[in-house]
């Protein structure tokens, strides 16, 4: 595997509310083009943040101007987007999936509370497209159950080859709940593209509360067949495991044992290849401090070393304190610190991989994209 072609997608301006650019997502549509979400704010956590879209025709050699088509204000209430993710139902129908900030509650306090390790309210919001991404419905909300708490949104909408789909919800806590985290991820299931939804399933927890699994990346395989990549964190040791493995054959209902990667820590959503094979990126925040990616011949194969390629490397002159161990409260508020990651990774037309991820320092923030070969 390697690198093709590399470029910025959104460079951001310093000292203005587009300062820092993070969250980026890129997907293919039908017709031929990328479309492209990341969140724009005058910092990493900001009631400034909103998300902007563009398009690129020509492989995201070139992107269109940025445009902000996505609301910030919902039932009368001012917050903000922390991320926008779309996919393509079919035809030029889009469903977008919005995780949102309310900034009203808790005025001028950053998302997560390094005290009681709760954060900010928020809600998952949905909306439709049926022009291929020109114009949107007005926002709906998920309706998620109080014992959730504020919901995290970490992958878009999933499709299966059934057609029903399905959104991977994260629980957290509520702002000033100092009660113990019990963490797990949750599905919830629409037959209908997306207008009704089930009650929340419970697909992935550590009943122990002992092990966390943050930022769930899932993805299709051609045969059906799902898999996830989780950021996995040890509350006892208070440290970050390696990313974990998990397939279901049938839709999530059930799941095979997690499977240790061997290396760590942040994966991104997988690229899932017609052949079946599969690219990961992950960030290795704490080891090389970089932006890596492999390639997998299958989705249940190993991650081949020799494969791997090396999208970023940080800086040793760029700003970054944030450590691999302490507790949940303490890494949470670092994440405001960190300079560099969320990969995401998908397959595009021609067999290639398309990676986008972000990079900077404190005053100015980028999102960067990267362009994979994997025929040797």
């Known amino acids: 595997m390697r690198i093709i072609d590399q470029g910025i997608l959104n460079c951001g301006r310093v000292g203005t509310r587009r300062a820092v650019s993070t969250f980026p997502f890129v997907t293919p549509l039908a017709n031929g083009s990328l479309l492209a979400t990341y969140r724009v704010g005058s910092t990493k956590d900001s009631d400034d943040e909103t998300v902007e879209l563009r398009r690129s025709s020509d492989g995201g050699r070139s992107w269109s101007d940025p445009t902000s088509p996505f609301e910030s204000t919902v039932g009368d209430v001012r917050g903000s987007l922390k991320l926008v993710y779309i996919t393509e139902l079919g035809g030029e129908h889009l469903l977008a999936a919005a995780m949102w900030v309310d900034r009203q509650a808790y005025r001028g306090k950053p998302l997560f509370n390094a005290q009681t390790e709760g954060c900010l309210p928020m809600k998952i919001l949905l909306a439709d497209s049926h022009d291929a991404g020109k114009s949107w419905s007005e926002w709906r909300v998920l309706p998620v159950p109080s014992e959730i708490g504020p919901p995290s949104l970490t992958n878009p909408v999933i499709r299966f080859p059934s057609g029903r789909l399905a959104i991977s919800i994260e629980t957290n806590k509520n702002y000033n709940d100092s009660a113990k985290w019990i963490q797990r991820v949750v599905y919830f299931y629409s037959a ?72 760590a820590d942040q994966a991104s959503h997988p690229a899932i290849l017609p052949d ?74 021609n067999g290639d991989v398309m990676v986008v991820y972000y990079e900077g320092d404190a005053t100015q923030m980028r999102v960067r994209w990267g362009r994979l070969s994997v025929s040797s």
């Open 276 to 349: 079946g094979s599969v690219v990961l990126a992950w960030v290795d925040r704490f080891q090389t401090r970089s932006i890596r990616a492999r390639l997998a011949a299958a989705v249940d194969a190993p991650f081949l070393p020799e494969s791997e390629v090396v999208l970023y490397e940080y800086q040793p002159d760029a700003p970054m304190s944030a450590s691999n161990e302490g507790d949940t409260g303490e890494l949470l508020a670092e994440m405001e610190v960190w300079s560099f990651g969320l990969p995401f990774a998908e397959a595009v037309p």
């Open 192 to 263: 209908d593209d997306g207008k009704t939804w089930s009650a929340p399933v419970t697909t992935c927890q550590d009943r122990a509360a002992r092990i966390f699994n943050w930022d769930q990346r899932a993805a299709v395989c051609p045969d059906g067949r799902l898999v996830t990549f989780t950021w996995t964190y040890d509350c006892k040791t208070t440290r970050y495991l390696n990313i974990q493995r998990r397939i279901s054959s049938d839709e999530g209902a059930t799941w095979l044992e997690p499977e240790d990667l061997g290396f």
